[in-house]
């Protein structure tokens, strides 16, 4: 599958202005995880955790990569704070400072604005978490905010062409959330939104951790054992690594051996619970569009479909081809970045 933009899109000509030299027009993907951040005619310019660190007045101390490094280590007079949550702002202040800060990094001139800004939501969430996202764009400059579904972004980032009469299912797993939807004709047919995604894997690996081996592991150590031994069914080759945390018996720093067949089942309970969202969407599509599923299979994108076998375990439940986007973790962003680039072709897809 490739991964650029539709090419009738590419192909048409762009509208350009004697100003837009004066303009950053960008495309933002507002993860519970990661921002990334497409600049118009450059591409994809910013890639960084979604995290601010702040001193205890409130004042931003630091954003992205280097707040990323003190979670979790910092002392009283700093905190890191993750302003969204299952994919919406939870934090209405902090992320406008972690949106202001990061189109800081990208603007290379002092004097250039924020003329239209493209950001991506969940289709789940509520008018007032959308009215919060728009909110949080415009106080941070922008003059004109358009919203996209993600999963909508995530098919055109993936090169579909959403205007035909054709069905694709997307399943766009996040940090916060998995989005399941089935498009066609510019439109989101059924959508489900599971307020479950790559934290909630970390979450159920530190609960784990506690459980079985009395020991406290943070949040970092989580996400690095998921990445290094999660996976969703059995490996060819089994793994294991140590991980350090603090004894809850002793209170002391202490090393332990984790195999992937301890992580597997400690995941198991929250993949299946993905992969029945699946099921569950698959039986709400109309036939016609059901069809065509069977053709053209299920894409994954988002940081979750990296999960090892997580494609095989989905493709042996509904017995459809199930295809691993190329570069999930910016499919979104790319998708966003598109309509960013010609919003008049995208217009019907804007929310």
């Known amino acids: 599958m490739q991964s650029t933009a539709n090419p009738d899109s590419k192909n048409r000509p ?21 921002t990334l951040i497409y600049e118009r ?11 601010v660190a702040l001193d205890a007045k409130g004042g931003v101390v630091a954003i992205g990569h280097e707040a990323r490094l003190m979670h979790e280590k910092t002392h009283q007079n700093i905190r890191t704070i993750r302003p969204l949550r299952d994919g919406v ?29 493209v950001v991506c ?32 972004a995530a098919a055109i980032g993936i090169g579909l062409d959403v205007h035909e009469p054709v069905g694709n299912m997307i399943v766009d ?28 894997l970390n979450e159920v690996i530190i609960n784990y951790f506690r459980r ?3 020991l406290l592991i943070g949040e970092r150590t989580g996400e690095e054992v998921k990445m290094t031994l999660g996976s969703a069914t ?32 400690a995941l198991s309970e929250t993949v299946n619970t993905i992969v029945e969202s699946v099921t569950k969407s698959l039986e709400q599509t109309p036939p016609e569009l059901s069809s065509d599923l069977l053709d053209r299979g299920i894409m994954l994108t988002g940081g979750g479909a990296l999960l090892k076998n997580l494609d095989r375990l989905i493709m042996e439940t509904t017995e459809l081809p199930v295809h691993i986007a190329e570069d999930p973790l910016t499919a979104v962003v790319r998708g966003t970045g598109a309509i960013l680039e010609d919003i008049e072709f995208y217009k019907s897809v804007l929310t």
């Open 14 to 34: 762009k509208k350009q202005s004697a100003f837009d030299w004066l303009y950053t027009d960008i495309a933002i993907d507002l993860g519970t995880a990661n």
């Open 41 to 51: 005619n450059k591409g994809i310019v910013l890639n960084e955790p979604s995290i």
């Open 89 to 117: 702002i939870a934090d209405f202040e902090v992320a406008e400072h972690m949106i202001r800060g990061m189109i800081k990094k990208v603007k290379k001139r002092w004097y250039s604005s924020t003329r239209k800004m």
């Open 121 to 152: 939501v969940p289709s789940g969430i509520t008018e007032v978490e959308k009215r919060a996202v728009r909110d949080s764009a415009e106080r941070a400059g922008a003059k004109e905010v358009f919203l996209v579904d993600e999963p909508m």
């Open 173 to 200: 797993i996040g940090g916060g959330t998995t989005e399941i939807a089935v498009i066609a004709l510019s439109g989101i047919v059924y959508s489900q939104s599971v307020r479950i995604g790559g934290d909630k």
């Open 212 to 214: 079985n081996h009395n």
């Open 234 to 265: 059995p490996l060819d080759e089994e793994i294991e690594m140590y991980a350090k945390g603090r004894d809850l018996i002793n209170g002391v720093p202490k090393t332990r051996v984790v195999t992937s067949r301890d992580v597997r089942e």
